[in-house]
């Protein structure tokens, strides 16, 4: 069975730098046939995604989001990372890691972890 | 991109049936056959309920049901149950190769 844990700091001031990671387990992250994604939730909002990564390291990122966000994956410690530069209030959400197909099929999420942007 | 278009709220009762809309655009749901639904209760992560417009995972009830017409696709919940009650989201592929989801819409079972 597939877990996927988040896990960072809760609390990033506004102008740094918010690092999460997701570590995998049950699964290759090697997978062939799956990416590895974030998706984050600002309270009571919907759903934005992200970004996603392959293992080869190949990157898929929201237009919106792409100036600010970096995703990278790191096959031997079996975990993907975000790394979003110059936060905001607006960056304050939970933050998913999930696993999905090439044509975005998410089925397996991880249970979230919240990050504030607050001074 | 634009996020994905769905009501806010729908309501209904017990034992009857609900169509949620999700519209998009000719660069994401009108060119693929690639939408898929989430259910979302408070507190959890999104649960997959459809994928691939009318798919269901495994272990997921058939009284949840996919189609599409055009830009617009459309889950329907048949013999609603109280336990349905909650947040449900689209999501679809789209032409730049990335990934949109819908605003949400909060079903409420009266």
């Known amino acids: 069975q597939l877990q996927l844990q988040e896990s960072g700091p809760g609390l990033v001031k506004p102008s740094e730098t918010l690092s999460l990671t997701c570590a995998v387990s049950?699964?290759?992250?090697?997978?062939?046939?799956?990416?590895w994604g974030w998706i984050r939730q600002p309270p009571g909002k919907g759903l934005e995604w992200i970004g996603s990564i392959y293992f080869t390291g190949s990157t898929y990122y929201n237009p919106s989001l792409k100036s600010r966000v970096t995703i990278s994956v790191d096959t031997a410690k079996i975990q993907f990372s975000l790394k979003v530069n110059s936060v905001t209030a607006a960056d304050t959400a939970t933050y998913y890691c999930?696993?999905?197909?090439?044509?975005?099929?998410?089925?397996?999420w991880g249970q979230g972890t919240p990050v504030t942007v607050s001074a | 991109q634009s996020a994905l278009t769905q009501p806010a709220s729908v309501s209904g009762s017990p034992g009857q049936s609900i169509t949620i809309s999700c519209t998009g655009t000719?660069?994401?749901?009108?060119?693929?056959?690639?939408v898929s639904w989430y259910q979302q209760h408070p507190g959890k992560g999104p649960k997959l309920i459809i994928y691939d417009v009318n798919t269901r995972p495994s272990g997921v009830s058939n009284r949840f049901s996919g189609s599409k017409s055009g830009n617009t696709a459309s889950l329907t919940i048949s013999g609603l149950q109280t336990e349905d009650e909650t947040d449900y989201y689209c999501?679809?592929?789209?032409?730049?190769?990335?990934?949109?989801f819908g605003g949400g819409t909060k079903l409420t079972v009266l």
């Open positions: 049950g699964d290759s992250i090697t997978s062939r046939t799956y990416y």
């Open positions: 000719s660069s994401d749901i009108g060119n693929y056959n690639f």
């Open positions: 999930a696993r999905h197909t090439w044509n975005y099929r998410i089925d397996y």
């Open positions: 999501s679809s592929h789209t032409t730049s190769g990335t990934l949109v």
